[in-house]
């Protein structure tokens, strides 16, 4: 029980360079694929695709595909960002504003003239590794009376767990890259993968062995008398000493 926990705890988001001339094995792969076939989804729908990407052109093609900045993108991304360690610490969600330029961390941001025509290849900011997983669902299969298929959603995202723990466990790093699920790149990304109109790409996932030390970051999370509510909503907290043993281990 304690080996999950640790695992879940250490799992983590490597927004670095991963090692080109180092592939990740083809059984490895395996594995990390197997733990998202096992993922639970809403009426065990498996409503998903996997396209492995390792072929180095491919992912080269990938790479320079050429990805506006998003007015919207930058504004919404503020209200999720903390400006030093001790406000990240206090706050325990979001992110540093250290991950992104100067000019990103305003409240008003506006694009300006030339931010409006500048176009950013993708392997500028998360560059190309020597695998990537393109995870696709088809939006028309989704789970029954789900309002905007919420739940086929949330099972993506347990594939998208499942994935990674695994890939941490064998030492490989992971990466979520939401901006190939976006046009105007995911539009590029399917007619480089030839993936039918009518399928999404729901995320993608940069695999590969980091070619430096990854620096420390700060990872904060709220604590667990913070989000839960005993019996009713309202009453915050746990009151006994039996569930504290569970927490912070
Ligand atoms: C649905 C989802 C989408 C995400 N998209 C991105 C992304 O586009 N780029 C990125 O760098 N991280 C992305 N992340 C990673 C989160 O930012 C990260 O999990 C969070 O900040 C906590 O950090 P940790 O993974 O190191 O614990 C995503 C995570 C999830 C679950």
């Not at 990390?32 to 390792?54: C, F, K, S």
């Not at 050429?66 to 406000?87: A, D, G, M």
Request: hydrophobic fraction near 40%.
């Amino acid at each position: 029980m304690q080996d999950i926990l640790k695992l879940i705890q250490q799992r983590k988001s490597l927004r670095i360079s991963f090692d080109t001339e180092r592939p990740v094995a083809k059984e490895d792969l395996g594995k990390i694929l197997e733990a998202g076939r096992w993922a639970p989804t809403a009426h065990n729908m498996q409503n998903y695709e996997i396209v492995v990407v390792d072929d180095k052109k491919i992912l080269e093609n990938i790479g320079k595909i050429k990805s506006p900045i998003s007015e919207i993108f930058v504004r919404e991304n503020y209200k999720q960002l903390s400006f030093s360690e001790e406000e990240l610490r206090r706050k325990r969600v979001g992110i540093s504003g250290a991950m992104f330029p100067p000019s990103w961390r305003n409240p008003d941001f506006k694009l300006s003239e030339a931010e409006k025509k500048a176009v950013w290849p993708l392997d500028k900011s998360f560059p190309t590794g020597p695998v990537l997983l393109i995870v696709i669902y088809d939006p028309d299969k989704r789970a029954p009376a789900s309002e905007g298929d919420f739940l086929g959603i949330i099972s993506l995202g347990c594939v998208m767990e499942n994935m990674w723990l695994m890939a941490n466990s064998l030492g490989i790093g992971f990466h979520i890259m939401s901006v190939l699920g976006a046009d105007p790149v995911a539009k590029e990304v399917k007619r480089i993968l030839d993936i039918p109109k009518q399928l999404k790409i729901a995320f993608a996932c940069r695999l590969g062995y980091p070619v430096s030390e990854p620096a420390k970051y700060l990872r904060v999370r709220r604590d667990v008398e913070d989000f839960t509510h005993h019996n009713r909503f309202g009453n915050k907290g746990l009151d006994s000493q039996e569930y504290r043993k569970g927490l912070r281990n």
